[in-house]
């Protein structure tokens, strides 16, 4: 067991196991959470106020959450000089599961992503976003209820590796020197360079992890987005790759687009569609007709940027949850950022990282709890009290504090 300098192990807590490709639940699992920068505190304390409350509702005190307190991002290097602590890293590779608030990245210059660095030390291989709507919840679309789409984001690879040169420096140079002159290409001098790597084994499980939850859950299809006619062997193989493991591994269970086009009959229904769809096009297709699309599989950069617009769809990214998803290992945590102009004004929505939460608890297995909380959820928007960003899409509703977002929800648990 790592020894802790910074954090504190509860000690009423136990670890989270795994084995035979299975977590092994106690009944009160340790989980380490980290507060985040900007809004994070204030999302965070609103958040856990709910996951505490539907936990204690559900299993009246037979189980519950010790939660660990990780340090990373701007609380880390003020209070330890270090922005993200290796002991953080550590605990949250020993407890398995834990949850997580927005950490800032500054443009350009600084230090590198904290949240691209964690993702890729703790090999979170697939960041799981899921879109839907909440009845009720103000939408620039006519009909967001169409909207229900999981995306499977990869999380490690293609540019967000973090692979790349400064303009004007000797590694920028040298890498230039070596393609020009023994690869045959051209760049223009004094160029930034950065390099895109994508393998057949990280797409391949990414959109393995897509096909397994599209079986287990009963969507109807798995879209594979990539930008593979202009980025042929990064985005292309990406495509190829994936219909590859969707045939050599899923067989029967599953069909390709062009295929169903060919046959007629009952065979079409039992199939789960494996479709792709060129990356610019799929953003008018979610926009236009977003109920033929159910699961995404999709390289890291388009992840990103898909989700962020998917999740406008529905009414924002207060209301966008994502997950961080390897074997045996998860981080949850919002799709948004730290949205630092709102820091410490008790102001922004929760339900970004209290719908991470429900993510977190199915993951548990304690489904019940992710249920409770949903329900909440929807009472409290039926109540029409609710956040700045909801608010000024739903006429006639009433702007309330983060806070008292949280207490609207854990009431419309009961
Ligand atoms: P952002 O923090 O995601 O915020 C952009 C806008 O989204 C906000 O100004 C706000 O819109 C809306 N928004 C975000 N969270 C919301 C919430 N909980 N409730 C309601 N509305 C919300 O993006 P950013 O300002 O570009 O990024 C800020 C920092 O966060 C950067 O340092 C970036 O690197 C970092 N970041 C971190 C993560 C992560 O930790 N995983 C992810 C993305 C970005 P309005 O202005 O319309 O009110």
């Not at 000690?11 to 299975?22: A, M, P, T, V, Y």
């Not at 904290?114 to 919840?137: H, K, M, S, W």
């Not at 999981?150 to 303009?167: L, Q, S």
């Not at 006429?395 to 419309?412: R, Y």
Request: glycine letters at 10%.
């Amino acid at each position: 067991m790592t020894s802790y300098r910074f954090a504190t192990v509860p000690r009423d807590g136990e670890r989270i196991g795994f084995s035979n490709g299975k977590l092994n639940v106690p009944d009160t699992p340790i989980i380490p959470f980290i507060e985040g920068d900007g809004t994070g505190p204030d999302i965070w304390r609103a958040s856990r106020r709910v996951f505490d409350a539907a936990v204690q509702r559900i299993f009246a005190g037979k189980r519950r959450v010790a939660w660990m307190e990780v340090f990373a991002g701007e609380k880390a290097f003020k209070a330890h000089n270090d922005w993200l602590p290796q002991e953080t890293v550590d605990a949250m590779q020993e407890f398995r599961v834990s949850i997580k608030g927005p950490l800032t990245t500054p443009v350009g210059g600084g230090i590198r992503s904290l949240n691209v660095t964690l993702r890729q030390v703790l090999d979170l291989y697939a960041c799981i976003r899921p879109v839907r709507y909440f009845e009720g919840v103000g939408a620039p679309v006519k009909e967001p209820g169409k909207v229900d789409v999981v995306i499977f984001r990869e999380n490690i690879e293609d540019v967000y590796a973090g692979i790349e040169w400064k303009a004007g420096s000797e590694e920028a140079r040298r890498v230039r020197d070596f393609i020009v002159d023994t690869m045959g290409k051209n760049i223009r001098e004094g160029s930034a360079i950065g390099i895109k790597p994508m393998s057949e084994f990280g797409s391949k499980r990414l959109v393995d992890m897509a096909i397994r939850y599209a079986l287990r859950t009963g969507r109807q299809s798995v879209t594979l987005v990539h930008k593979g006619n202009i980025m042929k062997f990064t985005e292309g193989a990406f495509r190829d790759w994936g219909y590859e493991v969707a045939k050599e591994r899923y067989g029967e269970h599953v069909i390709s687009e062009a295929d169903l086009g060919k046959i007629s009959g009952s065979a079409k229904v039992d199939c789960l569609v494996i479709k792709d769809r060129i990356a610019d096009a799929m953003f008018q297709q979610l926009l236009l007709r977003p109920s033929e699309y159910s699961v995404i599989a999709t390289p890291n950069l388009n992840g990103d940027y898909l989700s962020d617009a998917a999740a406008a769809q529905v009414g924002g990214l207060g209301m966008a949850p994502g997950g961080n998803v390897g074997d045996g290992l998860a981080c949850f945590e919002a799709t948004h950022g730290t949205a630092p102009k709102y820091a410490g004004q008790d102001k922004v929505n929760p339900c970004s990282v209290i719908l991470s939460g429900v993510m977190m608890f199915e993951y548990l297995e304690w489904d019940d709890v992710g249920r409770l909380i949903v329900k909440g959820i929807e009472h409290a928007i039926k109540s029409r009290r609710v956040t700045y960003d909801l608010a000024r899409q739903m006429p006639g509703s009433t702007e309330v504090s983060t806070s008292a977002f949280a207490d609207a929800i854990i009431a419309g648990m009961a």
